[in-house]
């Protein structure tokens, strides 16, 4: 089926009006009208092959919140009318041990992305949520729980599993102490879910600006990073660190702030691989843990928890037009917290 959308040509292009071939409704398949679609900063990355080579023309977008128009014959989870997301991806082999466990985000052969990527087939582009419908099989969409506030849900879909997973890894709960270093698109989630798990929270941040919008999402505590007098009554402090910055840091002064057994937690990948100074793992028994999004029954699990707990993002909304304004203003900071589109200006 023709699809419209935005995406670019190659990675020096801008975000352009674009149409593009989808595949029609299969016998397991749903058909989405998106309503909306979150901007995340990997979008960037992907739209200027800054994480490998990308797959052109590429429409970016994974944060999708859009509603059922057509099934397909074996469809048995949604009905025309459902509300429907999807995700970061929308398909793996389905065999592997990961698969089988429901953690398909670590698709022994890959997982099949959402956009600037192929499907199972290897030679059919998958393209993302800046458009006007997406086809996915009803196995990798999500319900989505919500009545109202659509567009604030839409971010939970990347931002919101990608903080949720770790948390509910590493077994957070009351009585731990967690700090959250960097208050963004995934930090600012991360605040809300520590703190609604029943947390002691504290932001990390090189920003003092940032401090009344921490406690604000939850945190109880501000600490400004490079103001060495707040930092040194935090050493052995923390039974977590969920580390989102995805700027090259040094994490080495972060984990001399671990208690025993410590962890942090990283979902940030910085465009330059971090240095681990062992002595600060080995002194305490501390770990370094790595956390990509979620599975399907996760993020389905996420959505459910976020509606019972009223839990959103913070959102400003844009005009599909505006796009490439809204990339510049993400390299800047400047956005609180996640931009996304109203896919009715498309």
């Known amino acids: 089926m023709q699809v419209n959308g935005y995406g670019a040509l190659s990675k020096t292009a801008p975000i352009a009006p674009i149409g593009f071939e989808r595949r029609e409704v299969g016998a397991d398949d749903i058909l989405v009208d998106i309503l909306y679609c979150g901007v995340c900063h990997s979008d960037i990355h992907m739209a200027r092959s800054e994480w490998g080579p990308s797959v052109y023309p590429i429409v970016p977008g994974h944060e999708i919140v859009g509603r059922v128009s057509a099934i397909g014959n074996n469809v048995t989870k949604f009905k025309v009318g459902d509300l429907a997301g999807v995700a970061v991806f929308v398909d793996s082999c389905r065999t592997c041990p990961s698969c089988q466990s429901g953690m398909e985000q ?54 919101g599993i990608t903080t949720y997973s770790p948390l509910r890894f590493a077994g957070v709960g009351k009585g731990h102490k967690v700090a959250v270093l960097g208050l963004g698109g ?13 947390a002691e929270v504290t932001m990390l941040s090189t920003s003092p600006s940032k401090e009344a919008d921490a406690r604000r999402l939850g945190a109880q505590h501000f600490v400004l990073t490079t103001d060495e007098a707040q930092m040194k009554p935090l050493k052995n402090h923390f039974d977590f660190i969920l580390n989102t910055v995805s700027a090259v840091h040094d994490l080495n002064s972060f984990l001399d702030l671990l208690k025993l057994e410590g962890k942090m937690l990283l979902v940030g990948i910085p465009p330059e691989d971090h240095s681990v ?49 809204a990339y510049d203003r993400i390299l800047k900071s400047d956005v609180k917290y996640r931009f996304v589109i109203d896919m009715k200006t498309l």
């Open 106 to 159: 670590y698709c022994d052969e890959g997982m099949t992305p959402t956009y600037n990527g192929f499907y199972r087939d290897g030679v059919t582009p998958t393209f993302g949520g800046y458009s006007s419908k997406y086809v996915i099989d009803e196995k990798y969409a999500l319900h989505i729980p919500f009545t109202d506030q659509l567009e604030a849900v839409a971010p939970l879909l990347c931002a």
């Open 186 to 198: 995934l930090g600012h989630m991360a605040v809300k879910f520590a703190a609604s798990f029943g």
């Open 277 to 325: 100074d062992a002595e600060k793992l080995i002194s305490k028994r501390r770990s370094i843990v790595g956390s990509m999004i979620g599975g399907i029954q996760e993020t389905q699990e996420m959505l459910d928890y976020c509606a019972e707990h009223n839990i959103v993002s913070d959102v400003e909304v844009i005009a599909m037009k505006d796009i490439n304004e």
